[in-house]
Structures are given as structure tokens and as C-alpha cells.
């Protein structure tokens, strides 16, 4: 499985960005990650291969919203109301399993990354 993630930029505190991550083909669940400098990757939501299911990291929750699209073999990650604690490289991951884990060890499959900077 090969991973496209694009949408991420500047952004000033309080905005709003949406990050999508195209997969070459049929995928389990999936998930976003970011990685701050000198900082270790980090959960920030995933989804569960039916889109039924979805997981937040406490820091992101009522701000960011992550969905999918099957038909189109796409994950997106809504995010607003930016922080500038936010600024990070985000990651999409896929998992071929039946959970969705908050660790980045247990996913398989990864982007390359996209970069996110929110301004105060």
C-alpha cells in the first residue's frame, strides 16, 4: 500500500486546514499521526476500516474530525480552530488489523508526511 498525504500549510491560530491521504488501493483502518521537532510521533485520530468507529487524542477532540471515503480509498482529517502547539509533521498510517492502536509501532504502512504550521 502506497500513501499520498497532501493538504497542510500555514495557517494562522484559530484556522482551519484539511488533510487528506489517498491510498493506492483498499485499506484497513487508518490514522494520523504528527511529529514536532524532537519530539516523538504522536496518535492523533483514527478510523475504523467502515468509518463506523473513529478515535481522538484528547488534544484534538471537538477540534478535529477524521473521516473517509472507500470509494475513493481516501482518509481526511478536518482540523479547526488551529493551535499553534498543532505545528507538526502529519503522517497517515494504515493498520491491517482489527483495531485501530494509538501506537505508531503497530501500523503498517505510512506517508510521507505533510507539514502543518499554525502562526500565533
Known amino acids: 500500500v502506497q500513501l499520498q498525504a497532501s493538504g497542510g500549510g500555514l495557517v494562522q491560530a484559530g484556522g482551519s486546514l484539511r488533510l487528506s491521504c489517498a491510498a493506492s488501493?483498499?485499506?484497513?483502518?487508518m490514522a494520523w499521526f504528527r511529529q514536532a521537532p524532537g519530539k516523538e510521533r504522536d496518535f492523533v485520530a483514527g478510523i475504523s476500516r467502515n468509518g463506523g468507529n473513529t478515535f481522538y487524542a484528547d488534544s484534538v477532540k471537538g477540534r478535529f474530525t477524521i473521516s473517509r471515503d472507500n470509494a475513493k480509498n481516501t482518509v481526511y482529517l478536518q482540523m479547526n480552530r488551529l493551535k499553534p502547539e498543532d505545528t507538526a509533521v502529519y503522517y497517515c498510517?494504515?493498520?491491517?488489523?482489527?483495531?485501530?492502536?494509538?501506537?505508531?509501532?503497530?501500523?503498517?504502512?505510512w506517508g510521507q508526511g505533510t507539514q502543518v504550521t499554525v502562526s500565533s
Open positions: 488501493g483498499p485499506t484497513y483502518n
Open positions: 498510517a494504515v493498520r491491517e488489523g482489527a483495531i485501530v492502536p494509538d501506537t505508531a509501532s503497530r501500523y503498517d504502512y
